[in-house]
């Protein structure tokens, strides 16, 4: 199965200014997801990054707040913009595996906003 | 889209007796029942999954069951260890174009196993 390397594994940033996540596949892959776990809680899908053309976002988000880069099959960035302490979470990409139908997930990056 | 159910959210149990966490779906064309186990500080590690075309799967100790005619399925961990204790969710995929697919996941279940 694919190995994805996500990166920072955390930060701690002022309210305000914007963070990017970055995940690169070892592999190339048609569609990337980007999750979002809140404290305590569930994975929420934020939005399916295609290569070529634009994510698609879930309900309750934005692209202004969570632009998305696919420059390529084998990376995609998120950036959290303008943010507040409510957007302290953990983010997580993740990718169909190949063969089969199961997923695979990056080690997730833990966002603070102070 | 794909609606999970997850319960029970807490499940205490004292080492070497059995667990088992229950899941609800609402899309009949879904296919593919994946369990993850999130240890704390870590991502989602795919444990076990099963797809519509059979009922029961197992791994060691641990198994998941589906009955796609009441569309639930559970994962059953028998003999618990203490390393057993993490956040269990169960998932099932929403349909996009062609044969891509996303994940809805379900609330989550904290099992803690008591020594």
């Known amino acids: 199965s694919a190995v994805i390397s996500q990166k920072p594994s955390r930060d701690i940033c002022q309210r305000g200014t914007s963070l990017t996540i970055q995940c690169q596949v070892d592999?190339?892959?048609?569609?990337m997801f980007w999750y979002r776990q809140q404290p305590g809680q569930s994975l929420t899908l934020i939005a399916t990054?295609?290569?070529?053309?634009?994510?698609?976002?879930e309900s309750g988000f934005v692209i202004d707040k969570f632009p998305i880069s696919r420059p390529n099959l084998t990376f995609s960035t998120l950036t959290v913009s303008n943010m507040s302490p409510e957007d302290s979470s953990i983010y997580l990409c993740?990718?169909?595996?190949?063969?089969?139908?199961?997923?695979?997930f990056g080690s997730g990056t833990r966002l603070t906003v102070v | 889209g794909e609606n999970v159910e997850q319960h029970p959210s807490t499940l205490s149990v004292q080492e070497g007796d059995s667990a088992v966490i229950k899941c609800t779906y609402s899309?009949?064309?879904?296919?593919?029942f994946p369990w993850y186990k999130q240890e704390l500080g870590k991502r989602p590690q795919l444990i076990i999954d099963?797809?519509?075309?059979?009922g029961e799967k197992k791994d060691q100790r641990i198994a998941v069951t589906l009955n796609k005619t009441a569309k639930h399925f559970s994962l059953h961990i028998t003999e618990t260890q203490p390393e057993d204790s993490a956040v269990y969710f169960c998932?099932?995929?929403?349909?996009?174009?062609?044969?891509?697919?996303?994940?809805?996941f379900g609330s989550g279940t904290q099992l803690t196993v008591l020594p």
């Open positions: 990054a295609n290569q070529g053309s634009e994510a698609t976002y």
């Open positions: 993740s990718v169909p595996q190949t063969g089969n139908y199961g997923y695979t």
């Open positions: 099963i797809r519509s075309n059979v």
């Open positions: 592999s190339q892959v048609t569609m």
């Open positions: 998932a099932a995929p929403t349909r996009l174009s062609g044969s891509a697919r996303q994940l809805t």
């Open positions: 899309d009949s064309a879904s296919n593919y």
